[in-house]
């Protein structure tokens, strides 16, 4: 019993030992990452999540006395390899900050450690890597011109009986504005110009490279590029609108090449409406998938100016687009049946 009852008590003596031990190391562990005592060192981001090329800013306070030195800032990727060095300088205030552009090439969580007088402290953020699309749009066009008449043929003519005339006498002051009975509608609408951004259509086999609304893609890339699953999403007010695509046709683009993709109407005079209008393109590249998008557009001015991307922003100016011949006013309907064959080969979803 004796024997039993010594086992006992030196096992929980070594048990009571182990937690000691165990206890003081993790507190020395812990000292040796803080600050000395009596020092206090911060280190915090302005966000926890960033981009590719966003601004990312660390900032933070020494409470002790600053005797000049820098704080020295480390930025671990998410392999905790270190990517930056820095030596930031300490005001007169205790306080430090420093700016860098988010440009790392690797997606996850980034580990910041701030150091002075051999203490640190660390903080982190997520970083997402943004891969820039080969192919954008650089030019929409959502609403070309009227289609004026040399003749007396215009739509202040009154209506067809049944139908209703929904064109004006001062549509265009001093103008004759072309119009059309669509198929299916009741109201004779003004017919608008087609036109083009390039001459050169997107998808050749399949569409023309100009209508009343359209966009340019251009390819960024110094190379070819063969794009597959080319697919067109129309937004209205940030809400699914329409849908074209994905296309079976693989769409080669050579070096800074630019094409036209054309939305050609079918039984009514505009495709898309005029205001808070997106467009997107998805396509796969390289087995990347990509997709291009701009931002929300309105056209109400009827005229040749064109929504430009420069790269950076887009900006409404006017745009020296190509008017394509019309036909006489007796055509509508002929446009439509050949319309109505291109958007057969065309898979498309609208609200």
């Excluded at 990517?83 to 430090?96: A, F, I, L, T």
């Excluded at 660390?122 to 943004?130: H, P």
């Excluded at 509608?185 to 050749?204: A, D, L, Y």
């Amino acid at each position: 019993m004796k024997t039993l009852l010594s086992i006992i008590t030196i096992s929980g003596i070594v048990f009571a030992v182990t937690i000691f031990v165990s206890t003081s190391l993790a507190f020395a562990q812990e000292a040796i990452t803080g600050p000395p005592p009596g020092e206090t060192l911060t280190a915090i981001t302005d966000s926890s999540y960033y981009e590719t090329n966003d601004t990312i800013t660390i900032l933070g306070v020494l409470e002790s006395a600053n005797d000049g030195k820098p704080v020295a800032i480390q930025i671990f990727n998410p392999t905790n390899v270190i990517v930056k060095n820095y030596q930031v300088p300490v005001d007169n205030n205790g306080k430090y900050n420093l700016k860098i552009n988010g440009d790392f090439g690797v997606t996850g969580q980034y580990k910041v450690v701030a150091c002075i007088h051999n203490g640190c402290s660390s903080t982190y953020f997520k970083f997402n890597v943004k891969q820039t699309p080969p192919v954008i749009i650089t030019k929409v066009e959502l609403d070309s011109p009227f289609l004026l008449m040399p003749d007396n043929r215009t739509c202040t003519l009154p209506a067809k009986p049944g139908f209703i005339n929904n064109c004006l006498t001062d549509l265009i002051p001093g103008k004759k504005v072309q119009c059309g009975y669509f198929i299916g509608s009741k109201t004779c609408e003004p017919i608008h110009q087609s036109t083009t951004g390039t001459n050169q259509s997107c998808f050749s086999n399949y569409d023309t490279s100009s209508a009343p609304q359209w966009f340019d893609v251009y390819n960024t890339q110094n190379t070819t590029v063969n794009l597959q699953n080319f697919t067109v999403m129309e937004k209205w007010n940030q809400q699914f609108y329409g849908q074209i695509g994905p296309y079976t046709t693989i769409l080669e683009m050579k070096p800074h090449e630019k094409c036209t993709y054309a939305f050609s109407p079918v039984n009514e005079p505009l495709t898309m409406p005029l205001n808070n209008m997106a467009i997107d393109i998805s396509y796969n590249y390289n087995n990347k998938d990509y997709n291009a998008s701009t931002p929300s557009l309105s056209d109400n001015y009827n005229d040749m100016s064109t929504w430009q991307y420069d790269g950076n922003k887009w900006t409404f100016a006017e745009e020296k687009t190509t008017m394509v011949p019309e036909f006489s006013l007796a055509i509508p309907i002929l446009l439509i049946s050949i319309s109505s064959m291109i958007i057969f080969y065309r898979m498309k979803f609208r609200k």
